[in-house]
């Protein structure tokens, strides 16, 4: 009963009008419970809603019918999911383009002060426990490092202008 509905939802409505009222929907739901923009979701609730979508191209409900492939990155999920009536294939992700959870928990663990391990304990509290490994995690700070070293190269630059134009003009 429950995924008849949900093929009609998709037959009644064009696509386009379907993505909209889900977007205005979310963007309520969003706002009133003061999400912000990431939460965490048990991975089988997340695994669960990704396999009883519908293929996207034929409308088949049947999760029989659909070949699923997981690729991980630290903690990045891509779960491909191959439509065997259609031959569609669809990903999903629990990350937006451009997003690196990993990244996101090295440079957390700098600005915080603490170390890997501190901050591993921190998360396993959370219940994440799949991590990024040590040297991913040490090369995701690498990536701040950089961009602190040029920004400070920068910063130096510039007060060492300001110093020379200043002892200029006074002296």
């Given at each position: 009963m429950k995924y008849v509905l949900i093929c009609n939802i998709f037959?009644?409505?064009?696509?386009?009008?379907?993505?909209?009222?889900?977007?205005?929907?979310?963007q309520k739901l969003t706002q009133k419970g003061q999400l912000?923009?990431?939460?965490?979701?048990?991975?089988?609730?997340?695994?669960?809603?990704?396999l009883n979508q519908p293929c996207v191209t034929?409308?088949?409900?049947?999760?029989?019918?659909?070949?699923?492939?997981?690729?991980?990155?630290?903690?990045?999920?891509?779960?491909?999911?191959?439509?065997?009536?259609?031959?569609?294939?669809?990903?999903?992700?629990?990350?937006?383009?451009?997003?690196?959870?990993?990244?996101?928990?090295?440079?957390?663990?700098?600005?915080?002060?603490?170390?890997?391990?501190?901050?591993?304990?921190?998360i396993a509290l959370l219940g994440i426990t799949r991590q990024s490994g040590r040297q991913q995690y040490f090369d995701k700070q690498e990536e701040f490092f950089q961009s602190l070293y040029q920004a400070a190269n920068t910063s130096a630059e510039n007060a060492l202008v300001i110093a020379c134009e200043k002892l200029q003009n006074n002296g």
């Open positions: 037959l009644f409505f064009s696509e386009e009008e379907t993505d909209n009222k889900s977007e205005s929907a979310i912000g923009s990431t939460i965490l979701v048990s991975t089988n609730i997340f695994l669960e809603l990704i034929c409308y088949d409900i049947n999760s029989s019918n659909r070949k699923t492939k997981i690729r991980t990155d630290g903690l990045g999920i891509c779960v491909t999911s191959i439509c065997m009536v259609c031959s569609d294939e669809s990903e999903y992700y629990n990350e937006r383009p451009g997003d690196n959870f990993s990244k996101c928990l090295a440079g957390a663990g700098l600005v915080g002060g603490v170390n890997r391990e501190e901050l591993r304990s921190m």
